[in-house]
């Protein structure tokens, strides 16, 4: 489409808010991928699913991204995410004075689409690719036009993404039309980047384009629900554990 309409806006002020701080014994380890830090996360066995994780403006050494990326390891799965803000995540900007989001998230969007992400996965694919290795991917907000973009290749079976952000109508119209992968949308009922009329909009064209879809959707939780959410008020730990299992599920059904 010319002129696509916005369907996720870009992330807000309120998307770089530090939230509730998750608790737990890490697992992973930072390794170097095509020259780029990367959270590795290993299963308990050997596994021939690989999933690459493209993480949120705290970028994937937050201790709540690594801990969500352990947990999937835990289900059987090996865990690459990127570090495509190189060491400059949102945590190292947000409280210096006069910090403005999208002077710092444009450019970052822009170098990770163009440079980082492609060499990344292009060398994550070559290094794991073996016999039989099968690709998943995961993306956080920021990180959600990268898994559209991977499920638009034959590179991974299934694709999966939270509380998205910088999608338009080309990323459900054109972006999915020639390779329709699987694709579990988690929504929050309450998202200001990604607002109930745009969230029926996707589905309507994923439909159009008989995709493989599933839409998480979840009442009374907001934007990064499954990131920083308050894991002491039930109804909140709950969503999030359950869209991880659900994303767990999904992957265990096309990775096989």
């Given at each position: 489409?010319?002129?696509?309409?916005?369907?996720?806006?870009?992330?807000?002020?309120?998307?770089?808010?530090?939230?509730?701080?998750?608790?737990?014994?890490?697992?992973?380890?930072?390794?170097?991928?095509?020259?780029?830090?990367?959270?590795?996360?290993?299963?308990?066995?050997?596994?021939?699913k690989v999933i690459l994780a493209f993480p949120d403006a705290?970028?994937?050494?937050?201790?709540?991204?690594?801990?969500?990326?352990?947990?999937?390891?835990?289900?059987?799965?090996?865990?690459?995410?990127?570090?495509?803000?190189?060491?400059?995540?949102?945590?190292?900007?947000?409280?210096?004075?006069?910090?403005?989001?999208?002077?710092?998230?444009?450019?970052?969007?822009?170098?990770?689409?163009?440079?980082?992400?492609?060499?990344?996965?292009?060398?994550?694919?070559?290094?794991?690719?073996?016999?039989?290795?099968?690709?998943?991917?995961?993306?956080?907000?920021?990180?959600?036009?990268?898994?559209?973009?991977?499920?638009?290749?034959?590179?991974?079976?299934?694709?999966?993404?939270?509380?998205?952000?910088?999608?338009?109508?080309?990323?459900?119209?054109?972006?999915?039309?020639?390779?329709?992968?699987?694709?579990?949308?988690?929504?929050?009922?309450?998202?200001?980047?990604?607002?109930?009329?745009?969230?029926?909009?996707?589905?309507?064209?994923?439909?159009?384009?008989?995709?493989?879809?599933?839409?998480?959707?979840?009442?009374?939780?907001?934007?990064?629900?499954?990131?920083?959410?308050?894991?002491?008020?039930?109804?909140?730990?709950?969503?999030?554990?359950?869209?991880?299992?659900?994303?767990?599920?999904?992957?265990?059904?096309?990775?096989?």
């Amino acid at each position: 489409m010319s002129n696509p309409a916005i369907l996720a806006e870009p992330p807000s002020a309120d998307c770089c808010k530090p939230g509730f701080i998750h608790s737990g014994e890490l697992k992973g380890e930072t390794i170097k991928i095509a020259g780029f830090d990367t959270y590795a996360a290993h299963p308990p066995q050997p596994s021939k699913k690989v999933i690459l994780a493209f993480p949120d403006a705290h970028g994937p050494f937050h201790i709540n991204n690594q801990l969500l990326f352990d947990y999937f390891a835990s289900q059987g799965f090996f865990v690459v995410a990127v570090d495509y803000f190189e060491g400059n995540s949102v945590q190292i900007n947000r409280d210096k004075t006069g910090f403005d989001v999208m002077a710092w998230i444009n450019p970052k969007l822009e170098r990770a689409r163009e440079i980082i992400a492609p060499k990344w996965i292009e060398a994550v694919i070559e290094k794991y690719g073996g016999t039989d290795m099968k690709f998943g991917t995961v993306g956080y907000c920021f990180g959600a036009s990268f898994v559209i973009d991977i499920c638009a290749t034959d590179k991974v079976k299934a694709g999966a993404f939270a509380h998205p952000s910088f999608l338009d109508e080309n990323h459900f119209a054109s972006e999915l039309a020639s390779s329709p992968g699987p694709l579990l949308l988690a929504c929050a009922e309450e998202n200001h980047t990604f607002s109930p009329g745009s969230r029926h909009q996707s589905e309507e064209l994923l439909k159009a384009n008989q995709a493989t879809y599933f839409n998480q959707l979840f009442s009374g939780v907001k934007h990064e629900f499954t990131l920083r959410g308050n894991m002491e008020v039930e109804h909140e730990h709950w969503a999030k554990e359950q869209s991880a299992y659900g994303m767990v599920s999904w992957w265990n059904r096309f990775l096989v």
